[in-house]
Structure formats: structure tokens, C-alpha cells
């Protein structure tokens, strides 16, 4: 039997053996991650590297969360699996000082080795001390509600943080501390203040919504000059003036760079959101357990061959699931309006996708050397995605049963929050194939995922 009969099912007879190969076992290899995936969630053992290595942190069991408003206003009710309980309620609004109109949320880790510890609480001071000198203490007494996650009860690292901010005249409250846990215990917080936050500070405009920031002490588990330059550089952005107060109430979500081809997040998950926005979120210690769900539904109609996987690595990262998910839950709602920094650097043609390009500005400058006004400010994504793969680039089915790409997106929507971006949102125009996915869900509806995935993997087959 020659190659072209032994292969004609799905290729012309003009395309390579090796990409025929590919194409015969890439079935096999996703029937096989595919089963990894269902048997890490039914059996929690973990063979895929979802969970956080660094923490002994057990599942509990399934129970029911409330998967957020639908578009017609109902609130849907699932089971999803939990890493950890709700922690104890803590009165926000009773220690939030009057002059404070955008309060900030801190996430710190401190280590189990001496050697660690201070080296992580060298990152809160350096932290501390650029906001005290930030444009955040402009017009407003900085309110700082911090949470404390390491083995101990974390007292010393406490009463040291306490003092550093005195000394700043900083109004710093602990939220509480926990042996193990992870970020989305604090933003957790954050989740809860907004949904308590229903009336505004005096001080803020009428029009004006209340704004959260969110940071952590950033390379207090991995050292590197990286996260150095990486973490000034986010300091720099949620401190930036137009970050806090954007023009004209222009974007509900800010950061220093806001990456949309693998999901829609903050690059190193520091940002300000306005409360308004963060209601709407699914609960963050929910988010893991529905974004598992979302994976297990894709890599199930991968298999299937009705979408298809091609930009990214099939791995955690590009999922965001097990430890991730905490970096990606903050711009997972459709309504995200995002702003950020990313006009500060100019994509280079070689690099495989824009968050590379941000890493190597990050990596090639010096904070010290750049201050914050030399950030420039603008409605994100700034750079147009690119896509390396030259098929899906130059191929419209390719492109629209492409899960990285809108096909994901609105899975992952119409999965978490039962809703799409209105007609007006920037992601129609960002997206390749934007307009057909908009004109699709007007006549279809949640339909429209599979009138146009199924329609597209239909005419692959002919081609």
C-alpha cells in the first residue's frame, strides 16, 4: 500500500508524510492527555502537575457554588470541587479609613527557611516603600489589607510588617494567616470587600466607581533578577496614576501587561479593578473547580475532533487550571473592559507571541533607570495576536475551531457565566474571525459554537 492511499482519508496527495504521521496520532495523544486529566480530577492524584507541589493543600468535597448571574438574570447552581474553605469574615469597611479611595490587597508567601524569610520580607519593604512614594498616597490615605500564607503562625513577619508600615504611615490590617494556601485565598478578600463595598467613599466622584488593587510579594519563592525588574516594574503600574483613575473611566481592569492568547489576564497577576467588575466574577476559591470542568469539556471535544489545539502547549499554563487558575480568574468575565502598559514596549517579529516580547522588555531594563512616568498608558490588547502556526494564520477553518483563539473564549463564557462581550466590546475586533463569532451568536445563541466549529472541522475534511 503506498502512502497516498494508506493516508487519503483526511490530506491531499501534495502534503508531507511527517505532517500525515502527526495528524494520524494526534487522536491517540489526546485520548491519552485526556484521560490524564479526568483521572487527576476523579482519583486527585496528581500526574499532570496541576496542584501546587510547594503546598499539602487536599480538595474537599464537591458542593454546590453559584456560577454567577446568566444573561437573564438567574443565578445557576453547580457542583464543583474546592481546594479550600471560606475563612473567616473580616469587616473591611470598619477599618477602611475615610480618605481611602482605593484600598490595596496583599498577598504575602513567607518561606520556611531563615534564609527565605528574609529575603521575602526584603520584597515587602522594597514594596512598602514604593508605595508609600507612589502617586497611590496623592489625595488619600493608603489603606493596605494584607493576608500572610507559611509554615508557623507568621507573628514575627506580622509585627515586622506592622512597624514597616507605621513608619510609612501606611494603615496596614492583617486578614489573617493560613500554613498552606494560595493566592486566591486573598483575592478571595478582594471578592468580598466589593461585594460589601455598596456605597463609595465621600471623596470619590459620583460617577466614579470603587477600585481594588491586588499585588503580592512577587519572587519570594523563586528568586531571579527576572522577577526582580518584573515585580518594580508592576509596582510602577498598579501605583500609576492612570491605572488608579483611568481617563474617563475608560477600562474596569488594569496592569502593567495584559496577555489575551492564552486566556485574558495580568502578566504576573498584580492589577485594578473596579468593584462593579469584580462582582460579577465567579468566587475565586470557585474558580479552580469550574475551570477544571471547562478543560475536561474541551479536551472531550478535542478527542471528538470538534475544536482544535494548535497554538499552545497542552499543559496547566495554557489552561489555566491547578495553580494558574488564581492568575487567570480576575479577567475571566466577558464584561472586562482591560487597560494597561504594554505600549511601553514594540513587538518584535520573531517572537512566537506578545507576552514573550513583554518578558524581554521587562528582562532588557532597569527600574531604576525608568521611572513610572515613562509608562505609557492605553486601552489593552495594545499589539494585534499573532499566531505563528502559518495553517491556522492563513486558514479560517483552522482558525474557528481553534480553541486558544474565540472558539476557547466563548466556550469559557458561556461555561462560567452563561454570557458573551456585548456587540461593542473589544474583543470582537481583536480576534481573528471576530465578526463571524458575533454575527453567529446573534442568530444562534450558544449555538453557535457548534454551528461553527462543526460547520469549519466539515469542510477541513474536504479539503
Known amino acids: 500500500m503506498n502512502n497516498d492511499s494508506f493516508f487519503k482519508f483526511r490530506y491531499e496527495s501534495g502534503k508531507s508524510v ?22 487527576n480530577s ?20 464537591l458542593q454546590e457554588a453559584n456560577l454567577g448571574p446568566s444573561q437573564h438574570g438567574s443565578h445557576q447552581r453547580i457542583a464543583v470541587k474546592r481546594r479550600f474553605s471560606d475563612p ?10 475615610a480618605d481611602t479611595s482605593v484600598p490595596f490587597f496583599y498577598h504575602i508567601y513567607i518561606p520556611e ?44 513577619e506580622q509585627i515586622l510588617i506592622t512597624e514597616l508600615c507605621q513608619e510609612r504611615n501606611i494603615r496596614c490590617h492583617l486578614m489573617g494567616h493560613f500554613a498552606d494556601g494560595r493566592e486566591e485565598l486573598t483575592t478571595h478578600r478582594v471578592y468580598e470587600f466589593c461585594r460589601a463595598d455598596s456605597s463609595r467613599n465621600e471623596n470619590l466622584p459620583k460617577s466614579a466607581p470603587r477600585r481594588v488593587v491586588y499585588m503580592h510579594n512577587k519572587g519570594s519563592h523563586h528568586y531571579s533578577e527576572l ?33 489575551a492568547e492564552r486566556g ?46 494548535n497554538l499552545h502547549k497542552h499543559w496547566p499554563p495554557s489552561f489555566g487550571i491547578g495553580r494558574y487558575a488564581a492568575e487567570n480568574w480576575a479577567g475571566s468575565h466577558p464584561d472586562i473592559v482591560p487597560c494597561d502598559f504594554s505600549d511601553s514596549f514594540v513587538p518584535q517579529p520573531t517572537a512566537a507571541d506578545n507576552t514573550l ?7 532588557q531594563t532597569r527600574t531604576t533607570a525608568d521611572p513610572a512616568w515613562s509608562l505609557r498608558w492605553s486601552l489593552a490588547p495594545k499589539h494585534p495576536i499573532k499566531l505563528p502556526d502559518r495553517q491556522v494564520r492563513t486558514n479560517e477553518r483552522m482558525r474557528l475551531t481553534e480553541y486558544f483563539l474565540l472558539a476557547g473564549h466563548i466556550l469559557r463564557w458561556y461555561e462560567l457565566y452563561d454570557n458573551v462581550p456585548g456587540n461593542d466590546s473589544w474583543v470582537w475586533a481583536y480576534y481573528p474571525d471576530g465578526r463571524k463569532w458575533r454575527n453567529a451568536i446573534e442568530q444562534y445563541g450558544r449555538n453557535a459554537l457548534k454551528e461553527l466549529t462543526e460547520g469549519a472541522h466539515a469542510g477541513l475534511e474536504h479539503e
Open 42 to 61: 476523579l482519583f486527585q492524584i496528581d500526574i499532570l502537575g496541576l496542584e501546587d507541589h510547594s503546598m499539602n493543600v487536599p480538595l474537599i468535597p
Open 113 to 156: 527557611s531563615s534564609k527565605e524569610q528574609a529575603e521575602a520580607m526584603r520584597i515587602v519593604q522594597e514594596q512598602l516603600n514604593a508605595l508609600a512614594a507612589s502617586n497611590a498616597t496623592t489625595n488619600q490615605i493608603v489603606t493596605v489589607f494584607y493576608q500572610t500564607i507559611g509554615p508557623g503562625n507568621g507573628s514575627d
Open 264 to 309: 485574558i489576564f495580568s502578566a504576573g497577576n498584580f492589577w485594578v479593578a473596579s468593584c462593579p467588575y469584580i462582582q460579577k466574577l465567579v468566587p475565586p476559591l470557585e474558580y479552580e473547580g469550574h475551570m477544571e470542568r471547562v478543560v475536561k469539556d474541551a479536551l472531550y471535544m478535542n478527542l471528538e475532533q470538534k475544536i482544535t489545539m
Open 88 to 97: 473567616q469574615s473580616f469587616d473591611f469597611h470598619a477599618k477602611l479609613h
Open 227 to 259: 522577577n526582580e525588574r518584573w515585580r518594580r516594574k508592576m509596582m510602577q503600574a498598579v501605583t500609576h496614576k492612570q491605572c488608579l483613575d483611568p481617563p474617563e473611566l475608560t477600562c474596569n481592569f488594569c496592569s502593567l501587561f495584559l496577555t
Open 357 to 363: 516580547d513583554f518578558l524581554s522588555w521587562v528582562n
Open 18 to 39: 511527517s505532517k500525515r504521521i502527526r495528524r494520524l496520532f494526534e487522536p491517540l495523544v489526546l485520548s491519552l492527555m485526556t484521560s490524564l486529566v479526568l483521572f
